[in-house]
């Protein structure tokens, strides 16, 4: 089984942690629900729409454990920046290719009992509507046999303007389950929590 590494297990992680929740909660009207969804220990997988570059920390601060997540190739190029962005919990993945590294990386997240979040969109959304997921979540939450929780982040990453990150029920697999099919649920919840959200 590959090794993965537990960024709540490094203390640079838990200061870049609190220090992103003070910046969420000082630079924005930030609310967070339903995180009693994402459950404290136990293989989950996150499933969020994409928004903003901010996404990924807005979306760790919200819950109470580490999440690891896919960051495109390019950032991890300077060692520096790349051991940082390791500790917290990300990995890199090539954008536009399938590859065979970062899915089996993320698959072994899960299979080792930690969380990872995935934006099925596979990219920032350019005008905050939900685009078309591609079926990479489901492939994994079907391999891994986990729950998925659904998210929602809802901006504008505005100062002071408010952001809300809400978690929805799990998502479970069903043994008849496709990856087009699984995806279809995932997205639509995804939906109807952007939809809840807009409504206030």
Known sequence: ?????????????????RVATEFFRFSFRWKVVGAHHVPDTGPIIISSNHIHYLDPPAI???????TSFMA??????????GNMLRILGAFPVRRGTSDKA??????AVPANGHCLTVFPEGHRSKDGKLAK????????ARKANCPIVPAAVIG???FRKPLTVRFGAPIFVNPDD???SLLERIMQQIQLLLDEGHAL
């Open 1 to 17: 089984m590959i090794e993965v590494f537990d960024p709540d297990s490094h203390w640079f992680f838990r200061l870049a942690k």
């Open 60 to 66: 760790g601060a919200s819950i109470r454990r580490a």
């Open 72 to 81: 495109k190739e390019e950032l991890f190029r300077n060692r520096w920046i």
């Open 102 to 107: 970062a899915i089996k990386y993320a698959l």
């Open 133 to 140: 997921g591609l079926t990479g979540v489901a492939f994994i």
């Open 156 to 158: 504008p990453y505005r």
């Open 178 to 180: 496709t990856n087009e």
